[in-house]
């Protein structure tokens, strides 16, 4: 009966709504609230820009592919990448041909040399847009490992601060210690709501990124496999 007479005191007097809980909490826990609600509004601001990204960079190497292998000379298509800023494999591609037509200018004799040269200009493509599709998806595995901790450092200040209010009102009564412990588990399910959608995110965004690299570097070693024989066929005449 104690128990039942408890519960109907806390009814009346205390508000246990979400806003309300967060307005009584120690300004300990507010701190983890608001820190975790920060990350959790941009690690989903994170997540709609990546998905974005990579649905323009897939459309956009698919274009690129089906001009690139249409028969099209490469010359015409440098022209052509070079009058706007390229991404993903244009990129590649006008990293390539710029150097590519910096040695023939300077009547690069050396073939080792110039198939060097070019592997690296490659390489180098390749690290700018793998460094760009990757960016700022460190903050989500951040975010994914580090929320719900900082949440339990949320709930245990609360439940610190629940028995704090025990020992000084020297009562168990429900009324002393509902809004402590709701506030402590409010901490909780706020750092799980910004770890778990950073966490699939980051998944999900990372495999994403991962196939988009793999084309660059498919793309890389075929062109270079390209203008490796152009460079041989030039040797031989």
């Known amino acids: 009966m104690d128990a039942v007479n408890a519960v109907g005191t806390v009814a009346p007097h205390a508000d246990l709504s979400l806003f309300a809980l967060f307005l009584q909490a120690d300004i300990i826990v507010k701190a983890v609230m608001l820190g975790l609600l920060a990350a959790s509004i941009w690690s989903w ?20 592919e089906r001009i690139f292998w249409s028969g099209q000379s490469l010359e015409d298509l440098y022209q052509d990448m070079a009058e706007r800023p390229p991404m993903g494999l244009g990129a590649v591609f006008v990293a390539a041909m710029k150097e590519w037509k910096r040695s023939h200018e300077q009547n690069a004799a050396s073939f080792m040399g110039v198939q060097g040269r070019l592997d690296k200009v490659l390489d ?32 245990v200040w609360g439940i610190m601060n629940a028995f704090t209010a025990i020992s000084a009102a020297a009562s168990t009564n429900l009324t002393v210690v509902a809004g402590p412990i709701a506030e402590a588990l409010f901490a909780t399910a706020i750092g799980l709501l910004a770890a778990i959608p950073a966490v699939i995110a980051y998944n999900k965004l ?29 040797g031989a005449r």
């Open 206 to 234: 990372s495999s994403d990124a991962n196939k988009l690299i793999s084309r660059l570097d498919g793309f890389a070693d075929e062109f270079s496999t390209i203008l490796s024989r152009q460079l041989e066929a030039r």
């Open 45 to 64: 601001a994170i997540i709609v820009d990546k998905s974005l990204l990579y649905g323009r960079a897939k459309a956009e190497m698919n274009r690129f």
């Open 124 to 155: 180098v493509a390749i690290s700018r847009e793998s460094e760009a599709l990757e960016k700022r998806l460190g903050f989500l595995a951040t975010v994914a490992s580090s929320s719900p901790f900082i949440g339990l450092f949320g709930t």
